[in-house]
């Protein structure tokens, strides 16, 4: 059985940093792609990172670029999303998934939650202004 558990989240002041952990367990983690995704109150679950499997590529939303890295460390099973430079936009509860079959992240697509079937119970992170 898939199972993904996120930690990490708190509240932190603009311009602080939070790193998030996605352990994974019933796959092997290098072999599938990850998403992280975040839903602010009210609004959709937006795509936020992902990286696929292997580690070969990623995708990152435009609103975190050259904020946010995602990264594996496979021999624990965890991805990791480390946030820089957190803004009050960033506020939101983050879950992240995996996809029911292969998946590519790349730039060149964005990054949807109806791709992604296995789910997290998510990790609140609060940015102060």
């Known amino acids: 059985q898939v199972q993904l558990v996120e930690s990490g989240g708190g509240l932190v002041q603009a311009g602080g940093s939070l790193r998030l952990s996605c352990l994974v367990s019933?796959?092997?983690?290098?072999?599938?792609?990850i998403g992280w995704f975040r839903q602010a109150p009210g609004k959709g679950r937006e795509g936020v990172s992902c990286?696929?499997?292997?580690?070969?590529?990623?995708y990152y939303a435009d609103s975190v670029k050259g904020r946010f890295t995602i990264s594996r460390d496979s021999a624990k099973n965890t991805i990791y999303l480390q946030m820089n430079s957190l803004q009050p936009g960033d506020t939101g509860v983050y879950y992240c998934a995996a996809p029911p079959t292969s998946y590519y992240c790349t730039d060149s697509v964005t990054l949807w939650a109806h791709d992604f079937s296995s789910w997290g119970q998510g990790t609140q992170v609060t940015v102060s202004s």
């Open positions: 019933g796959f092997t983690s290098a072999s599938y792609a």
């Open positions: 990286i696929s499997s292997f580690s070969d590529s990623s």
